[in-house]
């Protein structure tokens, strides 16, 4: 798929040599720091310094109080809690740091944790989780990562004399659900400073509030920061603010003593070096998530809380082999959907997909919504059939607000919830075709032009003398990385091979490139090997790239990452 390069606004060069001097870095460096809003030495401190003593203080948060204060009550008055929370990686990395953290606080017994069945109960608090907890003689329900939509059965919890807590981070409906508290920042009326926590964020913002309260140490809590950063990576939401300060420390955490479940995780997962963001989203997210997807997502919450070695080893082996289970599904159901697109293609002005097959995994329907993007770039909803309804994930493009789009077809709907980037609905299998054409025509009439182009996000041109082991130092510690503080894409024009370019495994494309005389360095364009031929005539090109650090047999170099090539 052709890309559009959009090149970041020049900054001012006199602002960038003022912060150059005082930060004593290459002026291209300050310029990648002024389109991040970092303009003085003191944010530059800040930012390059992230600080747990940054964390915003949990009561600006509404309701915060309240839910603090009915958690003292359950859990000092020996009341029955039940953590309840999302079968995806999120939801179930919160309900492993709250239930994980409290259980220490509470007798035998008195906590337990409960994920609903992905097929069974579907999404969020269900009717069957909630009459199970008042068969048990439950007290308080704590949802994570759900709840905010859930007025009706929150309404049943009330009825059954079971006080609720939400703890969520999307998108509330017109009208909250009755509950003792509702965290949520996005909430009218909620003054906290930082919107964007994942749903394990707003978990940890609670324990941070009791924590306080009760005069707890504060690091028995950090100790639970790698649960938080795999929330962050894996539920795609930005890396900002807050959500730094605790990716950077949770990062930090998983890369020195990271907790046995997940130090077992990686070790099956087979990674050695220190791990970044991306690696958390390509590795450990999707074999925590495989089990909710596939199995059940309990098995995820019993390797994140888990303690004993061999345990923990036979688990992670199993969410290993779950995951391979997985990738096969996505693999054969996303060809299948590309056929059908090819198929069903209306010609350049059809502006969106929705696809429904009944023997699709319900599991699997959000990952190739985003695979069918990377071919046809276009709000996208796969929908599979389950209980006798058409139930599945939609994605977006960059800019358009595919929830939004979604509640314009709600009279169609069983129910939805979401985002303005991804979302999940249902509805009656007979409303699919009605309900594809409706979206196309909301679609069509609000999305521009340019949303329907891929573009990629470049922040700056340089020469090949900017590639230096200086620069490298200066652009990691600008990690971590994600949504809202992007890894740095570079672009350079008028490169060379210097040497044949080869294809590796009949896909990628390795090259040694040089550019008006420069020094050669090693690149890596993953997935390019059709560029293979126009290259190799020896026509100069433009490359936009990552710059990223190879080692090879204990020998260290600079590398290019490849994220686009365009023919001069």
Not at 14 to 24: E, R, V, Y
Not at 29 to 58: C, M, N, V, Y
Not at 116 to 133: F, I, M, N, Q, T
Not at 251 to 270: D, E, H, R, T, Y
Request: net charge negative; proline share 4%.
């Amino acid at each position: 798929m052709e890309k559009k390069w959009v090149i970041h606004k020049t900054t001012d060069p006199a602002s960038a040599q003022q912060l150059s001097k005082a930060l004593n870095i290459n002026p291209d460096l300050s310029s990648l720091l002024l389109q991040r809003g970092i303009d003085t030495f003191e944010l530059a401190k800040d930012f390059f310094r992230p600080s747990l003593d940054h964390l915003h203080d949990p009561f600006l948060m509404l309701d915060m109080d309240k839910a603090v204060n009915r958690i003292c009550n359950a859990v000092f008055q020996k009341e029955k809690i039940l953590v309840y929370g999302d079968y995806d990686v999120d939801g179930t990395t919160s309900v492993a740091l709250v239930y994980g953290f409290l259980k220490a606080f509470c007798d035998p017994g008195q906590i337990a944790y409960y994920i609903p069945d992905r097929y069974e109960e579907g999404y969020g608090l269900s009717e069957k989780g909630v009459r199970w907890a008042a068969d048990q003689a439950f007290d308080l329900i704590i949802t994570l990562d759900c709840g905010i939509k859930a007025n009706a059965n929150a309404a049943l919890c009330s009825q059954l004399g079971i006080d609720l807590i939400i703890c969520d981070h999307h998108l509330p409906g017109e009208q909250l659900p009755v509950a003792t508290a509702i965290l949520d920042p996005k909430r009218e009326g909620c003054n906290y400073p930082y919107k964007e926590l994942s749903g394990c964020g707003v978990g940890f913002k609670l324990l941070q509030g009791f924590c306080q309260q009760n005069t707890i140490d504060l690091k028995q809590l950090f100790n639970f920061l790698d649960l938080v950063a795999i929330s962050i990576a894996s539920d795609i939401v930005p890396i900002t603010g807050e959500n730094r300060v605790l990716a950077f420390y949770g990062l930090k955490k998983i890369n020195s003593v990271p907790s046995a479940g997940i130090a077992a995780l990686i070790q099956v997962s087979g990674l050695k070096t220190r791990l970044k963001i991306s690696d958390l989203v390509f590795y450990l997210g999707p074999r925590i998530n495989a089990a909710g997807r596939l199995s059940h997502a309990r098995e995820s919450v019993r390797l994140l809380i888990g303690e004993d070695q061999d345990q923990l080893a036979d688990f992670s082996k199993q969410l290993n082999e779950i995951n391979s289970a997985r990738k096969e599904h996505d693999r054969s159901t996303t060809e299948q959907a590309l056929e059908m697109i090819e198929e069903e293609a209306a010609g350049p002005d059809k502006k969106s997909t929705v696809l429904y097959r009944e023997d699709w995994h319900k599991g699997i329907v959000g990952i190739v919504a985003s695979r069918c993007i990377e071919n046809y770039y276009r709000p996208t909803i796969i929908l599979t059939e389950s209980k006798g309804h058409a139930t599945g994930s939609a994605r977006s493009v960059e800019g358009f607000d595919i929830h939004a789009a979604i509640s314009e077809c709600s009279d169609l709907l069983d129910q939805f919830g979401g985002h303005h980037h991804a979302a999940g609905l249902s509805m009656p299998v007979e409303n699919v075709p009605l309900f594809k054409h409706r979206f196309e025509e909301v679609v069509a009439s609000t999305i521009t032009e340019e949303q329907l182009l891929c573009k990629l996000e470049v922040d700056l041109e340089v020469n090949f003398d900017f590639v230096n082991y200086k620069s490298y130092n200066i652009l990691r510690q600008m990690a971590p990385f994600g949504p809202g503080n992007a890894n740095p894409v570079l672009i350079s024009k008028n490169v060379k091979t210097k040497y044949p370019p080869r294809l590796i495994k009949d896909e990628h494309l390795k090259m040694t490139l040089v550019k008006n005389g420069s020094q050669p360095f090693e690149a890596i364009a993953f997935g390019m090997g059709h560029f293979l031929e126009p290259i190799s005539q020896g026509q100069p090109f433009s490359i936009a790239f990552h710059l990223d650090e190879n080692e090879y047999r204990g020998n260290k170099s600079l590398q290019l990452i490849i994220k686009d090539i365009k023919i001069e």
